[in-house]
């Protein structure tokens, strides 16, 4: 689709959230995929839940899409939670992860649409290795790698 001589860009967003302990030492993954580009991230989060990372796996992948400029985004992660909760189908009781759905809520309105799907483990390899690797490094450390295929 295009408006004009502005071409709109689609991204897939897969992320993950790891944690060794829950609470314990945390990582984030997120992975954009658009056309043959694939953007990753891994994020260090300290001490946190298995469901805190989850959500700001989530949260790394929005910032990083709307920084792009993706105009549209299809989101798959692997925590039916998460994904639940980003759709408004299931109540979000914890204030915590209340307040980074709300956060997602707002990353969202950065895009013309984004859809969210659930998908089982095994479909999301690549964003869990960034989320494992994620636990390496610094809280709020991010680093970013990208490959062309």
């Not at 949260?59 to 939670?81: F, M, N, P, Q, T």
């Not at 998460?82 to 309105?109: H, I, M």
Request: hydrophobic letters at 30%.
């Amino acid at each position: 689709m295009s408006r004009g001589n502005q071409r709109e860009r689609r991204c897939t967003l897969e992320f993950d959230g790891a944690s060794s302990g829950n609470p314990g030492k945390s990582g984030a993954g997120a992975v954009l995929r658009s056309g043959n580009e694939v953007h990753r991230f891994s994020k260090g989060l300290g001490i946190q839940t298995n469901n805190s990372a989850e959500y700001e796996a989530l949260l790394l992948g929005l910032k990083e899409a709307s920084d792009k400029g993706y105009d549209h985004v299809e989101i798959r992660g692997d925590s039916k939670l998460v994904c639940e909760q980003l759709k408004g189908n299931w109540k979000v009781n914890n204030p915590n992860l209340r307040d980074l759905r709300d956060k997602a809520l707002d990353l969202k309105d950065n895009f013309k649409s984004v859809k969210v799907q659930h998908v089982p483990r095994g479909s999301n390899r690549e964003a869990d290795a960034q989320a494992s690797w994620g636990k390496n490094l610094e809280a709020g450390q991010v680093q970013e790698d990208y490959y062309y295929y």
